[in-house]
């Protein structure tokens, strides 16, 4: 069976068995702060397991894209060095949630693996948790004892994560050993018995205190490994060996120019392995809106990335080339995750960026790292070096322990980490802290916010110092989550004090007034926020969100928040993506978002449980955030914008106005920002651009005057230089008779600078001189004919310049002493300015 068939023969059986087919839940979780990455098909159903939610179903099966590098599932190291974990692995998976127990989940299993796909039996062995007879004795019906085993914790209870749902698990694992002699490498890390099949009889929760709760109910959660699996199914012993794989092994073999070995200590074959693993991860992590970057999620896809950048180096690559890959998996696995086949171009692009951008400290750092390895002392790299190869060359920490471990070295962890923590606290001190905060002491007061419902209110002062005094309650909005604090007053013993800023600190909000207070514990103050300054920050703050909304819309979904400024003057909104976004994205940005204000939407305030508010993929939450137990949800249309926000903001969209960005910039690698008005600050936009523009017209008005100055300026200076050749023209003139005849094509600008010219040769002639100029205008010809006083009887300069144009295919005629005239025929001119002399010596 191809790997296709097997997934939907596994999907199709439990269909069979009354079973939902659901889709796979994104790779990058939803509203689960417990997780960096899903790692197991269970995580869509945690909140069932846990008795918080509920489905339309209770019975369901699945395919989920998995990955599993970061903490409690991490299978990073053995990718490439052995035949059968990924860093990114499909889990093919049944679950029952409080329906079916443990003898279907047994029964089944059995049945798909021997009836249907028919495996050898005498390759199969069932292991238990220790103490779990019922799972031993349902077993017995299929195997024989010899095929069972009892094993610990370690191996047979099976946990989410350091909390969550969790209980006794009875593992499945196949035997490839020539003589079926794998009963003693079972959970022995041996790739000739791997094992394919978990079934977890999730009956607890793991409380972060690390007790065990009892769940309501016992669920089963099921989940087979899909790359062993058709390995097994295919007759391999490696899964790189399956139709899974090899697609991209092949076109990683053309571009190197290499052949794959799937030898396991071959450093090619190794090579080519990770690559194939990590560019598999790195597509489908990215199409689901991850961004390689330097924190959290995003560094873990980094440290993935740099490692496959390493290994192709091994190749001898020296340009980008994991982005090529993506092509051949979209092919093989685009049709059963369609996101990836959506978001090829964004997933290569972003791999290409990366790829580009680690290769320029790649081979320097390489080179660093064997100098820094050749007098090795206890076999052991510094860890003073390894925090220069990653501070300045980005090697990342687990990249410099496998290119040790691979020469045979350790790395001093602990000094890594030690200089690590040297430098964070170095840049904390170097960053500026504002005297007000510094001046902010510990305060043990509790201060309730009234804010966002009313902006005026009379409060008990519990705390006061210097500037700074605590109420009760009140209504200004301490800074939090980009929306900047807000202004007002206090009115205290009959005295107003300005409000500056406000800041909490622990349970207390502190307001920072423009002067001493004189001390009255114990008394009450009058708190009134600056509405119009509270106006406008509501105003930025929910166009931040709608504008949050139409870059995903326009964008694509991999745009996440990377920070933001809520000010009453203008709000900034920082995000992940890769490259400009051009006008025309942002005009459908901005056109976007202000359909959304105009459309009138009512802004709905509601308050959750966080478990609810997860529930809700709509809902925008930031990974790493600290959410309370219970969370505001801002909706605004709820097709469109679901945020959990604890800011203040308008009760209909309308209210904003109007939105308008003002700048896009870049301000760091992957991370653009946007800045942009609402309301009255759209207003002091136009007002300000309509100055510029008046500004800008009175300049160009002024410009065109100055031109024309200058051209004149020029056609003077231009005329001064050809009356120079005058002189000149006259001493070679041809005489005829006594007569001096000049007759020739100059470089006159127009009729006027022509008529200039001749007038010149005319004065400058002392007596009996005729002149012919002609200039070529396009594709005809000027002429201007000029006589002196005493020659004007015989020769008038009308008939003259009647003559010539005349040879030229046009006419003319004028005053004796000057004439015009216009030809056509521009190839006569050089006969007509040789034969003149001819034609007046004929006259
Ligand atoms: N949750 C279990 C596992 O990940 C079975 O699906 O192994």
Redesign the pocket.
């Known amino acids: 069976m191809t790997a296709k068939e097997i997934r939907q023969s596994f999907l199709d059986f439990f269909k069979g068995k009354e079973h939902s087919i659901v889709p796979s839940a994104p790779v990058v979780p939803h509203g689960d702060p417990t997780l960096l990455f899903t790692?197991?098909?269970?995580n869509q159903f945690k909140d069932v397991f846990l008795g918080q939610g509920k489905r339309d179903f209770n019975r369901a099966a699945d395919t989920q894209k998995?990955i599993r590098v970061s903490g409690k599932?991490n299978d990073l190291e053995e990718v490439g060095v052995d035949t059968y974990h990924h860093t990114f692995f499909e889990?093919l998976?049944n679950w029952s949630f409080g329906d079916y127990y443990k003898k279907e989940a047994i029964d089944w299993a059995w049945e798909l693996l021997t009836e249907v796909w028919k495996l050898p039996t005498d390759r199969l062995y069932a292991t238990v948790f220790e103490s779990d007879d019922e799972a031993l004795e349902l077993w017995k019906q299929y195997l024989p004892e010899s095929q069972i085993q009892r094993h610990g914790a370690k191996d047979n209870f099976?946990e989410?994560g350091e909390t969550g749902p969790c209980g006794p698990?009875s593992e499945i694992h196949y035997d490839m050993t020539k003589d079926k002699s794998g009963a003693k490498l079972v959970n022995m890390d041996s790739p000739e018995v791997i094992e394919i099949w978990?079934?977890?009889f999730i009956q607890y929760n793991r409380k972060a205190d690390g007790t065990l709760e009892n769940l309501s109910a016992t669920h089963v959660?099921?989940?087979?490994g899909f790359e062993r699996i058709c390995a097994v199914m295919q007759g391999k012993t490696s899964n790189y060996d399956t139709d899974v794989f090899m697609p991209i092994l092949r076109n990683i073999e053309e571009l190197s120019g290499k052949k794959y070995n799937p030898e396991l200590t071959d450093k090619t074959g190794i090579a080519m392995r990770v690559i194939a693993d990590h560019v598999r991860t790195l597509t489908f992590a990215i199409a689901d809106g991850a961004i390689p970057g330097n924190e959290g999620r995003s560094y873990v896809l980094r440290r993935i990335l740099r490692r496959g950048c390493r290994f192709a180096r091994t190749l001898g690559f020296r340009e980008p080339m994991m982005f090529k890959l993506v092509p051949t998996l979209v092919e093989s696995m685009g049709e059963q995750f369609p996101e990836i086949m959506r978001q090829q171009t964004t997933v290569e692009k972003i791999i290409k960026g990366e790829e580009e951008s680690f290769l320029q400290t790649l081979d320097r750092g390489i080179e660093k790292f064997e100098e820094m390895t050749t007098d090795l002392k206890d076999n052991t790299l510094d860890g003073a070096d390894a925090f220069m190869l990653y501070d300045t060359f980005g090697f990342p920490l687990d990249l410099t322990e496998l290119m040790a471990r691979e020469a045979g070295y350790k790395v001093d962890i602990e000094g890594f980490n030690a200089n690590m923590k040297e430098q964070k606290e170095r840049s904390r001190a170097a960053r500026k802290v504002t005297s007000q905060e510094a001046e902010i002491p510990e305060v043990s007061e509790k201060s309730t916010f009234i804010g966002y419902d009313t902006l005026e209110a009379e409060a008990k002062i519990l705390w006061m110092s210097d500037n700074k005094v605590v109420l009760d309650k009140t209504p200004f909005y301490a800074e939090s989550g980009g929306q900047m604090s807000d202004n007002g007053t206090l009115v205290i013993a009959a005295n107003k004090y300005d409000v500056l800023d406000v800041k909490k600190v622990g349970d207390a909000i502190v307001h920072i007034c423009d002067r001493d207070l004189e001390l009255l514990i114990g008394g009450a103050a009058l708190a009134k926020v600056d509405e119009k300054r509270r106006q406008a920050i509501k105003r930025n703050h929910s166009a931040t969100h709608i504008l949050h909304e139409a870059l995903r819309t326009i964008l694509g979904n991999h745009v996440q928040q990377a920070g933001s400024l809520v000010s009453p003057d203008y709000l900034r909104f920082d995000f992940n993506h890769f490259e400009k976004v051009t006008n025309e994205q942002l005009e459908q940005i901005e056109l976007l978002a202000n359909d959304k204000i105009l459309e009138a939407h009512r802004v709905n305030i509601e308050e959750k449980s966080i478990e609810d508010a997860q529930k809700n993929d709509k809902i925008k939450m930031f990974f790493g955030d600290k959410y309370g137990s219970t969370v505001r949800v801002v909706t605004m249309d709820p097709s469109y914008s679901m945020e959990l926000c604890g800011g203040t903001h308008v009760s209909n969209t309308a209210e904003i106005g109007l939105v308008k960005i003002t700048s896009e910039s870049s301000i760091a690698a992957g991370v653009r920002r946007l800045e942009a008005v609402t309301g009255k600050g759209v207003e002091l936009y136009i007002a300000e651009q309509n100055a510029k523009m008046k500004d800008k017209d009175a300049t160009i008005a002024e410009l065109h005057h100055k031109i024309k100055q200058m051209e004149k300026e020029m056609s003077e200076l231009k005329v001064q230089g050809m009356a120079s050749l005058v002189p000149d023209m006259i001493a070679n003139a041809e005489l005829v008779g006594e007569i001096r005849v000049i007759a020739k094509e100059v470089e006159a600008e127009d009729m006027d600078q022509l008529r200039d010219l001749g007038e010149e040769l005319r004065n400058s002639f002392a007596k009996q001189g005729i002149g012919l100029l002609a200039r070529i205008d396009g594709d005809k010809v000027q002429l201007v004919c000029v006589v002196t006083d005493d020659l004007v009887k015989s020769h008038p300069a009308g008939k003259l310049v009647g003559a010539a144009a005349k040879a030229l295919g046009g006419g003319g005629g004028g005053k004796p002493h000057m004439a015009t005239a216009g030809g056509r025929d521009l190839t006569k001119l050089p006969e007509l300015l040789a034969s003149f002399a001819e034609m007046v010596k004929n006259r």
């Open positions: 790692n197991a098909g269970m998995c599932h889990m998976g099976w989410m698990c978990n079934l977890v959660d099921t989940g087979m």
